[in-house]
């Protein structure tokens, strides 16, 4: 089984920009989908976007997120990477990468209660001061 660990956050002003990782351990890594996650206090998980496990690593974005977030992965090293640009004070939120074999489940996994990703990280705290 994979397991996840989120590392890179931290504190950042606003407008700037940070690249978190997900580090993978076990040899299954390249059979996965991922997926990067976040939660703000009080507030339900909401999806960043998510990567195929093809060589061509397609990726999916909601509306919401799309243009300044930037998803990519190097199976090579175990690892899936969240680029992040512009941050506001509002991305504060701790941030979780997930894996599961099947790209749609991490797609509709916080609008399906059928649906859950198979593996979770501990998650990386993201401050974004003002």
């Not at 890179?8 to 351990?25: K, M, N």
């Amino acid at each position: 089984q994979v397991q996840l660990v989120e590392s890179g956050g931290g504190l950042v002003q606003a407008g700037g920009s940070l690249r978190l990782s997900c580090a993978a351990s076990g040899r299954t890594f390249s059979n996965y989908a991922m997926g990067w996650f976040r939660q703000a206090p009080g507030k339900e998980r909401e999806l960043i976007g998510a990567i195929s496990r093809r060589s061509g690593f397609s990726t999916y974005y909601p509306d919401s997120m799309k243009g300044r977030f930037t998803i990519s992965r190097d199976n090579a090293k175990n690892t899936m990477y969240l680029q992040m640009n512009s941050l506001k004070p509002e991305d504060t939120a701790v941030y979780y990468c997930a894996a599961d074999l099947v790209l749609h489940t991490l797609v509709v996994a916080t609008t399906d209660k059928d649906k859950n990703p198979e593996v979770w990280g501990q998650g990386t705290l993201v401050t974004v001061s003002s």
